[in-house]
């Protein structure tokens, strides 16, 4: 089966740094990838990581671990907008997300 | 611009009374999902069409169908609602071991 954790709730500052981990044991792994979802609305896509190693993208990074089992999502300078849900989702043939973690940035 | 639409964003029905949600999309790919999300839950796949090939999650009740009768359109039907169908009902396409491209979903809401 498939089993992917991450934590419940985050809480940060504006302006601060978040990271969300991930890690999962999944039956085969053909990549992971991150959406954002805020209440109410569908998933957006945020990242995809298939190799080890740290995917960039403005304030958002993704970072991978194959051999761990592991991702984070690195969240820069927070804004009240990235108050949101944050899904880990590992591709093994099919999407299998995690439960989300919310993230509630205060000013 | 291209995109997955969702009809109705907001569906109420009776328990027992069967309801279609509708799913388009005009990225031209291959596979379209339904999946179900229920509050602070993660969205659950139902089923997925790759192409014309049906594939059904195995944990999915038989209580729900779905229909693409081409590329562009799929449908989701539930022959008899029940309280705990409530959800989100989310669409989504793409191409084979690619992102998704989720539509704005369905809130169906069971009376």
């Known amino acids: 089966g498939q089993n992917i954790d991450q934590p419940t709730e985050m809480t940060a500052t504006e302006g601060a740094i978040v990271q969300i981990n991930c890690t999962y044991q999944t039956s085969g792994f053909n990549g992971l990838f991150w959406y954002q979802q805020h209440a109410g609305e569908a998933p957006t896509f945020l990242s995809y990581?298939?190799?080890?190693g740290l995917e960039e993208k403005g304030r958002f990074s993704s970072f991978l671990s194959r051999s761990k089992g592991y991702s984070y999502l690195l969240l820069k300078e927070l804004q009240m907008k990235d108050s949101a849900s944050y899904l880990c989702?590992?591709?093994?043939?099919?999407?299998?997300f995690g439960a989300g973690t919310t993230v509630t940035v205060r000013a | 611009d291209a995109m997955v639409i969702q009809n109705p964003r907001y569906q109420v029905t009776q328990f027992g009374k069967p309801v279609t949600l509708s799913c388009s999309q005009t990225l031209n790919h291959n596979v379209m999902y339904w999946y179900q999300q229920k509050s602070s839950q993660a969205p659950k796949l139902l089923f997925h069409?790759?192409?014309?090939?049906?594939?059904n999650e195995a944990d999915t009740p038989d209580n729900f169908q779905s229909r693409r009768p081409n590329t562009s359109f799929c449908f989701l039907d539930i022959r008899s609602p029940g309280l705990g169908d409530a959800a989100m009902y989310l669409c989504?396409?793409?191409?084979?071991?690619?992102?998704?491209?989720f539509g704005p979903g369905t809130r169906l809401t069971v009376l």
């Open positions: 069409y790759y192409d014309k090939d049906f594939n």
């Open positions: 989702a590992v591709n093994d043939y099919k999407l299998s």
């Open positions: 990581n298939v190799l080890d």
């Open positions: 989504a396409t793409g191409l084979p071991n690619n992102e998704q491209f």
